[in-house]
């Protein structure tokens, strides 16, 4: 067994890079959705459940502790690479929502740029999963 087949797994060293990347995209992402986002609206203020019905939604108070709990849950899970595309649905799903309906009327930069900087990486995420070094990938292994 040479060092390569350990830390390559048989792999091309670019793939090996490709795979470390996406998993210090995907923590990075992850951690900063979930504690610079979401652990600030749980448990839902008055004044965040006020914006939620501002924008329009029924019921204000369930879909601001959903709001919460996709970005604070999901980021996590994506950090994890745990069940990587359905947290990354609902991630693009509020960003989605801060970026084009929450922030429409600002300027580019700032939470705007931000939360569709946040939609964009969950959209890659979606389409390509979690990559090699992540939960996922040991139960999708231990599956097979």
Do not use: W
């Amino acid at each position: 067994m040479t060092l390569r087949s350990i830390l390559f797994g048989g792999a091309t060293i670019e793939g090996f890079i490709a795979n470390l990347g996406c998993a210090a995209l995907r923590v990075y992402v992850g951690f900063a959705v979930a504690f610079n986002h979401g652990i600030n609206k749980l448990p839902p203020s008055e004044s965040f459940i006020s914006g939620v019905q501002n924008m329009g939604f029924p019921m204000p108070e369930a879909f601001a502790m959903v709001a919460a709990v996709s970005e604070f849950a999901g980021g996590l899970l994506l950090a994890l690479g745990l069940l990587t595309r359905h947290a990354a649905f609902f991630i693009l799903a509020t960003m989605f929502v801060a970026g084009f309906i929450r922030h429409a009327s600002d300027p580019f930069g700032g939470g705007k740029e931000l939360a569709i900087t946040f939609a964009f990486c969950a959209m890659m995420f979606i389409a390509i999963g979690s990559g090699k070094f992540a939960l996922d990938a040991l139960v999708h292994r231990r599956q097979v």
